[in-house]
């Protein structure tokens, strides 16, 4: 059973950081690409950052290239998303996903970001 599980959320100030994480279990964790997306109040998702298993290839989006970066552990079977100067429109709930056999998420964790 895939199990996905963000932390590292809260509530921050415009030009602050944070880190996210993302533990997963019940999946070859080290053979697939991980992602982080997004939903903003009243918006669709977004397609924030993706890597490959390897750790190496990466995808950032525009909206938050410069400033989000995306990585993992494969040891640990962790995928980290680092985000610095946040703005406010980086407020939403931020999940962790894979495309394992039809592809799962997790439930979120969310960021708050203040003007």
């Known amino acids: 059973q895939v199990q996905l599980v963000e932390s590292g959320g809260g509530s921050v100030q415009a030009g602050g950081s944070l880190r996210l994480s993302c533990a997963a279990s019940g999946f070859p964790f080290n053979r697939v690409v991980m992602s982080w997306l997004r939903q903003a109040p009243r918006k669709g998702l977004e397609l924030v950052a993706s890597?490959?298993?390897?750790?190496?290839?990466?995808f950032i989006g525009n909206s938050v290239r410069g400033r989000f970066t995306i990585s993992r552990d494969n040891a640990a079977s962790t995928v980290y998303l680092e985000m610095i100067d946040l703005k406010a429109e980086d407020t939403a709930l931020y999940y962790c996903?894979?495309?394992?056999?039809?592809?799962?998420r997790g439930q979120g964790t969310q960021v708050t970001v203040s003007a």
């Open positions: 996903a894979t495309d394992w056999r039809g592809g799962s």
């Open positions: 890597v490959h298993s390897d750790g190496r290839s990466t």
